[in-house]
């Protein structure tokens, strides 16, 4: 699967839930997790290989202290959220870009696997981030949407002039 660059229109869009999990949405799933090792990334959402549907996969099994594996998750809602973290984070669609991003601490987000049975994922860490950048890509937004106006433009900029290079 071709991974889509910011500001790609599709990025932008708001994905519709999912109505049957069948074959074809694992098929998606299976070619969404190898399109992100392939990329060597920890998270990859649908939108980001031009799908408007609301799922995700995450593998953090070499970037996390707790050894989270891979997780794919369907139509997820954050149902619960407390305090507030700043830390790096980047993107597949942001290539070489890394910003400060505000998120919450600690959530609960709750949703659908493969096999479609619900699942809740209490998360804290680098996952809990994970989880709410990829909730957001599904939202239509990407990380650098949530820089502050003076990064935000600075971003812009320099953004403009690699892609013109
Ligand atoms: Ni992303």
């Given at each position: 699967?071709?991974i889509?660059?910011?500001?790609?229109?599709?990025?932008k869009c708001?994905?519709?839930?999912?109505?049957?999990?069948d074959?074809?949405?694992?098929k998606?799933?299976?070619?969404?997790?190898?399109?992100?090792?392939?990329?060597?990334?920890?998270?990859?959402a649908?939108?980001?290989v031009?799908?408007?549907i609301?799922?995700f996969?995450?593998?953090?099994?070499?970037?996390?202290?707790?050894k989270?594996?891979?997780?794919a998750?369907?139509?997820?809602?954050?149902?619960a959220?407390?305090?507030?973290i700043?830390?790096?984070e980047?993107?597949?669609?942001?290539?070489?870009?890394?910003?400060q991003?505000?998120?919450?601490?600690?959530?609960?987000?709750?949703?659908?696997n493969?096999?479609?049975?619900p699942?809740?994922?209490?998360?804290?860490?680098?996952?809990?981030?994970?989880?709410?950048?990829?909730?957001?890509?599904?939202?239509?937004f990407?990380?650098?949407?949530r820089?502050?106006?003076?990064?935000?433009?600075?971003?812009?900029?320099?953004?403009?002039?690699r892609?013109?290079?």
């Amino acid at each position: 699967m071709e991974i889509l660059i910011y500001p790609h229109e599709i990025l932008k869009c708001k994905a519709e839930p999912v109505k049957n999990i069948d074959e074809k949405i694992q098929k998606i799933i299976k070619d969404m997790i190898k399109t992100m090792y392939e990329a060597d990334g920890i998270g990859l959402a649908a939108n980001q290989v031009g799908e408007l549907i609301r799922l995700f996969v995450i593998d953090l099994r070499e970037k996390d202290e707790e050894k989270i594996g891979q997780v794919a998750l369907i139509n997820p809602v954050i149902t619960a959220c407390e305090g507030e973290i700043c830390e790096n984070e980047g993107c597949l669609s942001v290539p070489g870009y890394q910003a400060q991003i505000k998120r919450y601490e600690k959530i609960l987000v709750e949703g659908f696997n493969l096999d479609g049975n619900p699942v809740k994922i209490e998360a804290q860490g680098l996952l809990s981030r994970c989880l709410q950048h990829e909730i957001d890509h599904l939202d239509g937004f990407c990380f650098v949407d949530r820089l502050g106006p003076i990064k935000k433009a600075l971003f812009k900029k320099r953004w403009q002039k690699r892609q013109s290079e």
